[in-house]
């Protein structure tokens, strides 16, 4: 079974500090891995990626793939409150049309 | 990328009536989703709505509890059927950016629909 699996489940931190929140997977036809920011209702879409070992980077944050250990990493620097929400990572996969499978979330909490 | 909105933005229901929530994008494409997220839970595919075909439903959803229609390439609805508590979530329309390449696509979401269910 296709599975996704984010850590930690939730983290609290203070403002200005670097954190890094883990995703791994196991699925069959791995086509990219997609992280999301979500505040309220709607995921907001941060990063793509596709291949291993290229860094993306907006801003405070950076993301990396690791598709020899399946693994994703979603780094966030000098923290704010604002970065406080729940950070989806989800995998889509080949031959599944657009469906994409998530893991539980990491739920993040900036305080001030 | 696409503006995606959706409507309504949330609604309280009675147990056993229906609701259809509407699913708008400002440009065409080819590919639109339905997700669901209960409380506290990460977000589920419902099924892929089809221009111009039924839905594609995943595992452990089904047409007569959650009709989708298609009409055109920038609309869609969901309707949840029959109502009850179970039912209460967020669901969120989803895209393919369209400007995507080799078949790498970036996925966006609309705003979401708050459904309570009493």
């Known amino acids: 079974e296709d599975k996704v699996v984010q850590s930690p489940l939730s983290l609290v931190v203070h403002e200005g500090d670097t954190v890094t929140l883990n995703c791994s ?8 891995l997609l992280w999301y920011k979500q505040e309220k209702k709607a995921p907001t879409f941060l990063f793509m990626l596709t291949s291993s070992g290229i860094e993306k980077k ?47 979330g990491t739920e993040l909490s900036v305080k001030p | 990328s696409a ?38 839970q990460s977000l589920t595919l419902i099924a ?6 039924e839905a594609t439903y995943e595992s452990g959803f089904v047409i007569d509890k959650f009709p989708i229609s298609r009409p055109n390439l920038t609309f869609s609805t969901l309707t949840v059927s029959n ?6 979530s967020i669901y969120l329309c989803s895209l393919r950016d369209p400007r995507g390449g080799g078949g790498y696509n970036e996925q966006f979401f609309g705003p979401g629909t708050r459904l309570t269910v009493l």
């Open chain 2, 48 to 53: 892929t709505a089809n221009q111009g075909s």
């Open chain 2, 3 to 40: 503006v995606i909105s959706q409507k309504p933005s949330r609604d309280i229901c009675q147990r056993g009536t229906s609701l259809t929530i509407q699913c708008q994008v400002d440009s065409q494409v080819t590919m639109m989703f339905w997700y669901r997220q209960q409380p506290g």
């Open chain 1, 58 to 104: 907006s801003g405070r944050l950076s993301s990396i793939l690791d598709k020899k250990e399946l693994f994703s990493i979603l780094n966030i620097t000098a923290t704010q409150t604002g970065d406080s929400a729940i950070y989806l990572c989800a995998v889509a996969l080949y031959n599944q049309g657009g469906k994409l499978i998530f893991g539980q």
């Open chain 2, 83 to 88: 109502m009850s508590p179970e039912d209460s």
């Open chain 1, 25 to 32: 997977y196991e699925v069959t036809n791995f086509r990219s």
